[in-house]
């Protein structure tokens, strides 16, 4: 989990909640640098983290032992979630700059190989998150600020198919759905957006043509399929709650109480049944880390973890 204002990663046992590690990620001394987003490599062998202020830039630590062994600084005012190609090569990583509401955005394409910027394409207005498919070879990526969907070669970084968020749409700027998180469907054919504004999920074809929409709490935040494609889970910001998404009949299943304030990231583990969720809490509150049985809705353990903690990883550690 990380934790936007006491700058650190903390590391948590998935099975009781219990904080394993503390592991400082800033840059400058006495401020608050906000690290945002925190993945895996597909191999588990290093996790990285985007930290938003002062120079953003993207970090690079190696899983057994939390060893720093990289760091980049992004060609950004910020620096928001991380998406990787399966093979391990590529992150994109978008300037969510929430201070020029209509001006296009840059997507940071960064080798972690050797942790370098390899290109910087302007795509649109609050690209929040670059989610790259099961095959590859396209990035889908969530324009906050101009309401649409960008689908990018994750090579030739080409615009392949640009299209709104759905005929609500408001213009660069004033975005009336703000599409915020993506999760792409196992086959590549499905693309699900969170509709932050709008209390929905939606379901794309890559060429745009809506599949379905779906009901949520309010503003929902991260969203993360199951491994077998069947559940959508959403964590719902606004009235602190999970929505459980049957895929199938594209409607909502259950919606879970978290009863913590403003659940943000989310994480499921290899089997898709259970849920860990980052909750920014308040500036009267802790963050939490929260994790949930989705088969029977049950609160597994809540843990305070940080201050405005924001994103969440999931990966089993294997001991040496």
């Known amino acids: 989990m990380t ?3 006491t700058d650190e990663v903390i590391r948590i046992d998935p099975a009781d909640g219990s904080i394993t590690g503390r592991i400082p990620v800033e840059r400058r001394r006495d401020e608050i640098d906000e690290p945002h987003a925190v993945v895996v490599s597909p191999d588990a062998e290093h996790w990285y983290v985007t930290v938003t202020h002062g120079e953003p830039t993207l970090w690079k630590y190696e899983l057994a032992g939390d060893r720093l062994v990289g760091r980049v600084t992004l060609p950004a005012a910020g620096a928001a979630r991380i998406g990787i190609t399966p093979d391990g090569e590529r992150a994109f990583i978008p300037d969510y700059d929430r201070t020029q509401p209509g ?23 609050g690209p ?12 889908a990526i969530a324009c906050s600020l101009g309401d649409e969907i960008v689908i990018m070669d994750a090579v030739s970084l080409e615009v392949r198919s640009r299209f709104a968020a759905g ?17 792409w469907s196992s086959d590549g054919a499905t693309i699900w957006a969170g509709l932050h504004l709008a209390a929905s999920v939606r379901a794309y074809h890559p060429d745009g043509e809506i599949v379905a929409t779906v009901e949520t709490g309010e503003g929902p935040a991260q969203i ?19 929505s459980v998404i049957d895929t199938r009949s594209t409607s909502e299943a259950a919606r879970i109480p978290l009863e913590v304030e ?16 980052s909750c920014e ?4 509150t802790m963050g939490r880390a929260v994790a949930v049985d989705l088969e029977t809705g049950s609160i597994l353990w809540s843990t305070v ?14 001991p040496e």
């Open 3 to 5: 934790s936007g204002f």
């Open 103 to 125: 001006v296009p955005g840059r997507v940071s394409v960064v080798d972690l190989a050797d942790m370098s910027v390899v290109a910087a394409p302007v795509v649109c207005a």
């Open 128 to 139: 929040h998150h670059a989610a790259v498919d099961p095959t590859g070879r396209n990035v």
């Open 167 to 183: 005929p609500e749409a408001g213009p660069p700027g004033q975005p009336a759905l703000k599409p915020l998180n993506l999760a």
């Open 224 to 242: 993360a399929l199951s491994p077998d494609g069947r559940t959508l889970v959403v964590a719902n910001r606004g009235d602190a709650s999970l």
């Open 262 to 277: 403003h659940p943000h990231g989310l994480a499921l583990d290899a089997s898709g049944r259970r849920a860990f969720v």
């Open 281 to 284: 809490g308040t500036p009267r």
């Open 305 to 318: 973890a940080g201050a405005y903690t924001l994103g969440a990883a999931y990966v089993v550690v294997t």
